[in-house]
């Protein structure tokens, strides 16, 4: 037997709960929606130095193309590529790449067309080189001290580990009780 009104009570109850639910998905995907492209911006410049390491070896690819068979041309392009990939951000470099390897395909390699997308995987790196340069200098300090200040507020739920104090705080605040008797 239930009380009086506890249908009406109850119905209100999910409601809340419902809106109180959506509210807070909202609001933890837009923090974290805000944060993420901090953290991504702060990786591609942090990879600045990675990504030049690699100028020479994606520059001497070029006699690589002219002068290799296809399958070894193809070898030393997949090691170049595979190492400017691990690069944050390299992407528009890897893709050109990839491009040159994969006319270097086959019985008849495309020798002229893979050294036309090395020619701008290049002019990509240059590009790329050229902004990150400017943004080491420019913007990552300026990251940094943002990144610290939001990193414990909007930025919380997407740190690797809770310091000891934060652990401290959940814990206190999990372990009071609740009356959860209007959810069931």
């Not at 944050?88 to 890897?94: C, F, M, R, W, Y």
């Amino acid at each position: 037997m239930t009380p009086a009104g506890w249908e009406d009570v109850r119905k209100r109850y999910v409601e809340l709960a419902g809106a109180e639910t959506k509210a807070r998905r909202l609001y933890r995907r837009a923090v974290d929606d805000a944060y993420g492209p901090v953290v991504q911006v702060r990786a591609v410049i942090a990879g600045t130095d990675a990504l030049a390491a690699q100028e020479d070896a994606i520059k001497a690819l070029a006699d690589v193309i002219a002068k290799d068979d296809g399958a070894t041309a193809m070898a030393k392009i997949k090691v170049v590529e595979s190492a400017v990939g691990a690069v944050a951000g390299a992407s528009p470099v890897k893709s050109k790449l990839s491009k040159a390897r994969r006319a270097m395909k086959g019985d008849q390699p495309k020798r002229d067309r893979a050294a036309k997308e090395l020619a701008k995987g290049i002019a990509a790196l240059d590009k790329e080189l050229t902004w990150r340069r400017q943004a080491q200098k420019q913007l990552a300090a300026g990251l940094a001290a943002y990144d610290a200040a939001i990193a414990q507020t909007i930025g919380l739920r997407s740190q690797v580990r809770l310091n000891e104090e934060q652990a401290e705080s959940v814990a206190a605040c999990q372990s009071v009780h609740r009356d959860i008797s209007l959810s069931f």
